[in-house]
């Protein structure tokens, strides 16, 4: 059985702006075939995460990058494990929203570069992406 995963949603009423549109850190209205990019930031032995960075700097600039197409960002921050004294598995986990696949890969992939790049001052961590699409 798997361990359930806690997790703290940071400042769920901040919003990025950029240009004419709005990205808000709330968690959108999911519809199915929306698509969820999320990016986790495994735990473990030597790993280090600087949040602010991540909250302040990092996400921003993907918001900004991905304009055209984000309709959502939401950061959550990994505070325990779903057992006493187990190591909680995620330092952090991000999360990306957009309409569709195509809409995620037309602008992420020309800024892919620009984003993968800036990982470096944040974490030493690999993060892991996957991208679901909402079934319900």
Partial sequence: MRTKIFILMLSAATFFSYGQQTISSDTPEEKPGMVKVTILYP??????????????????MVANLLSETIKAVKI??????????EQMPYLAIGYLYFDSLEDYQSTFGPNAEKIVGDIPNYTNVQPVVQISEVFQ
């Fill in 43 to 60: 735990n473990g032995e030597g790993k280090t995460f600087d949040m602010d960075y991540y909250s302040k700097k990092h996400m921003p």
């Fill in 76 to 85: 959550d921050k990994g505070i325990a494990a779903g057992r006493p004294n």
